[in-house]
């Protein structure tokens, strides 16, 4: 799964760039349950399972007085999963499947480094919430750990999906 957004805004000749990007990547192990039905050209079927993700976020904040970083952040967390869905035969080897997938994993211990335009680096961790009234989300010093509270980043949602599998 990977995914990007970025946020630009600028006034008065200044101005503040935000990049965050998000790659991560399951390891799954599935469990599927596939009922003998008479009709042989339908086939439904279920599955569960669970997932570690190692997943990795990028930021890249820059301001209009050249300051700003660079942070890469890491993390393994646990998910779990299932679903299910309908084949139907065209020939022996070639079917089309129906379905839907549905996932919760809300992944936090988030740390890594940024470094910023000076080329000095720092630990940080991923850091989330509110405070006085204000929304944060973004890297913040490892040393100011217990003064923010945990990022995480949600991974739960769910996938409708039109398909073909083949057989050989």
Not at 17 to 30: L, T, Y
Not at 92 to 113: C, H, M, N, Q, Y
Request: proline share 4%; aromatic share 18%.
């Amino acid at each position: 799964m990977m995914g990007n957004s970025e946020y630009s805004f600028s006034e008065a000749g200044e101005f503040v760039e935000f990049e965050h990007k998000i790659k991560s990547i399951p390891i799954n192990a599935n469990f599927y349950f596939k009922p003998n039905v008479p009709f042989a050209s339908m086939k439904p079927y279920m599955y569960a399972g669970a997932a570690m993700y190692y997943t990795k976020l990028d930021f890249g904040l820059n301001f209009s007085d050249e300051a700003g970083y660079d942070a890469e952040l890491s993390t393994w967390g646990f998910g779990i999963h299932g679903g299910g869905g309908m084949e139907f035969s065209i020939v022996p080897s070639l079917s089309f499947d129906v379905g839907v997938k549905i996932r919760w994993a809300s992944i936090g211990g988030f740390e890594g480094t940024a470094t910023d335009f000076e080329g000095e680096t720092r630990d940080v961790f991923l850091a989330g919430g509110t405070s006085e009234g204000e929304l944060y989300y973004g890297p913040e010093d490892a040393a100011l750990e217990d003064e923010y509270d945990e990022g995480k980043v949600d991974l739960t949602g769910y996938t409708i999906y039109i398909g073909f599998k083949a057989g050989f």
